[in-house]
């Protein structure tokens, strides 16, 4: 059974930084995608970033558009540890971010910004971004 499990939430000013962590355990992954969701009030699950792996030396890095330049993710080279450096943060990236994981190396968009794609989820880690 996977357990992800995140921290790193909190609250900080606009304009400040913070870096989420996400520990996968339970089993090892030999290819897989990564990835962080978040939903603020009101609104619905959103794709933030992932991270592929196909079991090589090459992986590949997918943004949400609007974060890109601003979130970074990143693992960790035992393949355990999935991170999320946010800076800039603005009051609009509120939200309670989710770590999420899959079984299967994703490419393509469609796939790995959906959340239905992703067979097992962490509890989420809340930020809160004061203005």
Same mark, same amino acid.
């Given at each position: 059974?996977?357990? $992800?499990?995140?921290? %790193?939430?909190?609250?900080?000013?606009a304009?400040?930084? $913070?870096?989420? *962590?996400?520990? !996968?355990?339970?089993?090892?992954?030999?290819? @897989?995608?990564?990835?962080?969701?978040?939903? !603020?009030?009101? +609104?619905?699950?959103?794709?933030?970033? !992932? =991270?592929?792996?196909? %079991?090589?030396?090459?992986?590949?890095?997918?943004?949400?558009?609007?974060?890109? %330049?601003?979130?970074? =993710?990143?693992?960790?080279?035992?393949?355990?540890?999935?991170? $999320?450096?946010?800076?800039?943060? +603005?009051?609009?990236?509120?939200?309670?971010?989710?770590c999420?994981?899959?079984?299967? &190396?994703?490419?393509?968009?469609?796939? @790995?910004?959906?959340?239905?794609m992703?067979?097992?989820?962490?509890?989420? &880690?809340?930020?809160?971004?004061? *203005?």
């Amino acid at each position: 059974q996977v357990q $992800l499990v995140e921290s %790193g939430g909190g609250l900080v000013q606009a304009g400040g930084s $913070l870096r989420l *962590s996400c520990v !996968a355990s339970g089993r090892t992954f030999v290819g @897989y995608t990564m990835g962080w969701f978040r939903r !603020a009030p009101g +609104k619905e699950r959103e794709f933030v970033a !992932a =991270i592929n792996w196909g %079991g090589g030396s090459s992986s590949y890095a997918f943004y949400q558009d609007f974060l890109r %330049g601003r979130f970074t =993710i990143s693992r960790d080279n035992a393949n355990t540890t999935l991170y $999320l450096q946010m800076s800039s943060l +603005k009051p609009e990236d509120t939200a309670v971010y989710y770590c999420a994981a899959s079984d299967h &190396t994703y490419y393509s968009r469609t796939r @790995y910004s959906s959340a239905g794609m992703y067979e097992y989820w962490g509890q989420g &880690t809340q930020v809160t971004v004061s *203005s």
